[in-house]
């Protein structure tokens, strides 16, 4: 599948910015999929206004691809069938996003399996290439692209990722079939180094870049890049964001994207109370991600959010060692007194129980 070949009105809202959540995983108290809770997360993402969706990413946890769970498909079919249902309903479209993951062979097969469940683009972690060469790295990628349009992640290291300078992205922004790059390294520098790379590859225009940088959502979203490539000065911005922080408090991220939307495009300065904003949301991320002990945390954190709203009956993890971390639902209990503006517990409450039929 091409870039072409979606609609044409969903590629321009992808490059005008979109919010999209790195979708959790719902699991009993056995620690089995709990269809009724997944689908009510998929119907929450809609009704917040999300434009689009990740799953198997991150956030859904890669070990559903582990045979002894057998996930992976099943997660996926039931996101993408879900999303389908309630937005005819609600009249509305959204960019459904694959986690691609593994080596060339496993990365090709998750690519093909995501397009027929229905999936417009794949989003790669590279982390399985850690020790391989860039030409390397370029040449699987591109194979990946032969599937499905792809979404470049520069994943950070501290969760599993590998570092990938500047040169790959100058050579991966010229790959025919990318439609997006989410920049997550949680690092100034490496974020540069992505968007440096596109726009000397000269696709600013063309390659929509999304921000996964937790620690910095809002502060990515309100500023304007001016890079001095070979060809001239080229100007980019962070379009939207695919985040694991927006699959919590979702319907005041989007409010949150419109905001700094509506700034960039009056070209009025940033208003003090947006950087203000900017920072509380990155202290509550620091509560739910829990880099006070390296991200051991950040799943157990954002679902334990989701479980005080009632969207999941627990925090469990496929990994049963994957829990809160000493202080962290202290530090949670802190945020939410702190900044009550920030989460939409009332928006939740009122359509929880239409999420949860059927």
Not at 15 to 44: M, S
Not at 50 to 72: K, M
Not at 89 to 114: D, I, M
Not at 268 to 289: G, H, I, M, S, W
Request: charged share 25%; proline share 4%; with cysteine.
């Amino acid at each position: 599948m091409r870039i072409a070949d979606l609609p044409a009105d969903l590629v321009q809202r992808v490059r005008a910015g979109l919010v999209i959540p790195a979708n959790p995983l719902a699991l009993t108290a056995e620690r089995k999929l709990d269809e009724r809770r997944q689908r009510a997360l998929t119907r929450y993402y809609v009704d917040a206004g999300s434009g689009g969706l990740a799953v198997g990413v991150h956030s859904t946890q890669f070990e559903i691809r582990e045979p002894q769970h057998a996930l992976f498909e099943p997660v996926l079919k039931l996101a993408s069938e879900t999303a389908d249902d309630w937005c005819a309903r609600r009249g509305v479209s959204l960019l459904k996003v694959a986690g691609v993951c593994g080596k060339t062979r496993q990365a090709v097969k998750e690519a093909e399996f995501a397009v027929s469940a229905g999936y417009h683009a794949g989003l790669l972690s590279l982390a399985a290439l850690k020790s391989e060469s860039i030409d390397e790295v370029v040449a699987h990628c591109r194979e990946v692209a032969k599937a499905i349009p792809l979404i470049g992640f520069y994943l950070q290291p501290a969760v599993g990722g590998r570092e990938l300078p500047y040169a790959f992205w100058r050579r991966f922004a010229e790959l025919e079939n990318v439609l997006a790059i989410k920049m997550a390294p949680f690092n100034r520098y490496k974020t540069f180094d992505v968007i440096r790379g596109v726009c000397e590859a000269g696709r600013e225009k063309d390659i929509a870049l999304y921000t996964g940088n937790d620690d910095n959502i809002l502060v990515d979203l309100l500023t304007e890049f001016r890079v001095r490539t070979s060809a001239g000065e080229r100007r980019a911005r962070i379009a939207g964001g695919l985040l694991g922080h927006w699959c919590v408090w979702t319907r005041k991220a989007v409010e949150q994207l419109a905001r700094c939307h509506e700034v960039v495009r009056s070209g009025r300065p940033v208003p003090q109370e947006l950087l203000t904003l900017a920072a509380e949301v990155t202290d509550a991320n620091a509560a739910f991600f829990d880099p006070a002990h390296a991200f051991s945390g950040c799943l157990p954190g954002i679902h334990e959010v989701l479980r005080r709203q009632g969207l999941l009956a627990g925090i469990w993890c496929l990994n049963p060692k994957e829990v809160l971390s000493p202080g962290q639902r202290e530090e949670i209990d802190r945020v939410y007194a702190a900044y009550p503006h920030l989460n939409d517990d009332a928006f939740v409450r009122e359509n929880l129980e239409t999420w949860l039929k059927g």
